[in-house]
């Protein structure tokens, strides 16, 4: 959410913005923004005078019954009790004012930041740079689920009638491995220096309001019947949640947290969730990385953020690439974003399997975030956030780019001490 400060001193920024963003439909938010906030504004200073007035005629009635002027005085009852009905009437006016307000600040988008590519959606999306060389083998690559069947480590048919599609049974060594990529990715993050987290898996509906957008809420979001709850999406909301309402001070900064946790996600407009893959899916567990700094250090974290997870893909032998997020497919609370990509042999293509995104201070301002700098002034800190690893969807470029002549898996070095010491799955 933006400033209304902004808005108020430069509209045509924001209206630049928006078109930028190719959300042509929401230029008028900015007019009606400024009218209701014009609106607000004479409205918060007629009641600052009713209250004055009031205050000054109601020291006088005092004096007036002391002196034996009553029917003065029952007149000057009068006229603060219709400056009563007054203010009050206008107080109801402030909060719809208000209201109206911040309905239509949340929907418009965060001032992008200058180094983003313009483009109106993911296929104008901008190659940043390749991390290790894509191969294909000789020898053929199968679907990643009969790479998992074959090793007896799937059950996609025993989840259906559990549960419907989008949902999965992982057995065996594929379960132990998917279980080892979590381990593995915690210790990674612990020894670049961030504190690690297992957050609430369930948040309240103002933290949703608070990381995310109405769209992704509705796209994503599970709610608890009867309950002011929500299943997770990623354990980034409940990381940033964390902080809803609080004052940091400056040398708590900045904060530089590691989660685990399951993911639950409706995925509406997926065009369908995929009956034998697990590339889409309803549930699965994920490592993440947030970060809370100051606005200066923003973007020296972004690039931090989104290196270790090339790395961490680097030393399993998987390669990867970034791709820049073009600003028509940035969501609207972010100020700049990338994804990382694995490569897929079967497929020879990259795929996503990660995001890294610099919110500036978006969340911040909706969770009411603030930091007390070293001068006792106030400030909003920058929130980042960014994908270690999520399995299941990583197996795919895991087995895809272990996969030996053979049909067994090989297991790299740094894996092979959260799988027992195997060096390989048959």
Not at 77 to 98: S, W
Not at 298 to 309: A, E, G, P, V
Not at 327 to 339: E, F, N, P, R
Request: net charge negative.
């Amino acid at each position: 959410m933006l400033d209304i400060n902004l808005i108020r001193t430069n509209p045509d920024l924001v209206r630049e913005n928006i078109k930028k963003k190719f959300q042509d439909e929401k230029l008028p938010l900015v007019d009606e923004v400024l009218d209701f906030d014009r609106k607000n504004r004479e409205a918060i200073q007629r009641a600052d005078y009713l209250r004055s007035q009031r205050n000054k005629i109601s020291k006088q009635i005092g004096m007036l019954m002391g002196q034996g002027k009553k029917d003065e005085a029952e007149a000057a009852k009068g006229e603060v009790k219709a400056m009563q009905d007054e203010l009050a009437a206008i107080e109801q006016k402030e909060t719809d004012y208000a209201e109206e307000i911040r309905r239509r600040m949340l929907v418009i988008p965060q001032i992008i930041d200058d180094s983003v590519p313009i483009g109106r959606d993911d296929s104008q999306n901008v190659e940043n740079e390749r991390f290790g060389e894509p191969v294909v083998p000789e020898w053929e690559i199968p679907y990643h689920v009969d790479i998992m069947e074959r090793l007896n480590g799937i059950d996609l048919d025993s989840a259906r009638r559990t549960s419907g599609n989008g949902f999965y049974y992982l057995k065996g060594d594929i379960a132990r491995l998917h279980s080892a990529i979590l381990s593995y990715a915690r210790d990674f993050m612990i020894d670049r220096g961030f504190t690690y987290y297992v957050p609430p898996f369930m948040i309240h509906g103002d933290v949703v309001t608070g990381v995310m957008s109405f769209a992704e809420m509705e796209n994503m979001m599970y709610k608890i019947e009867g309950e002011d709850l929500y299943l997770i999406g990623t354990s980034e909301h409940s990381m940033i949640g964390k902080f809803i309402d609080q004052m940091l001070s400056e040398d708590e900064l900045p904060q530089t947290l590691t989660s685990y946790s399951p993911c639950f996600r409706k995925e509406v407009g997926a065009h369908g969730i995929e009956e034998r893959g697990v590339y889409r899916i309803h549930q699965f567990e994920k490592q993440e990385m947030v970060v809370v700094c100051k606005p200066e250090d923003s973007m020296m974290w972004y690039n931090r953020l989104w290196q270790n997870t090339v790395d961490f893909f680097r030393t399993l032998d998987i390669p990867v690439r970034t791709l820049e997020c073009c600003s028509g497919d940035l969501a609207d609370l972010k100020v700049k974003s990338c994804d990382v990509e694995a490569w897929s042999p079967r497929q020879q293509k990259y795929f996503e399997v990660g995001s890294c995104s610099n919110l500036g201070d978006a969340q911040a301002r909706r969770l009411k975030i603030r930091v007390k700098g070293a001068d006792g002034k106030k400030y909003l800190p920058h929130t980042l956030n960014n994908t270690v690893v999520a399995p299941p969807r990583m197996l795919i470029a895991f087995l895809e780019n272990n996969l030996q002549p053979d049909g067994s898996i090989r297991i790299p070095e740094a894996l092979r001490m959260y799988m027992g010491g195997k060096s390989e799955i048959r």
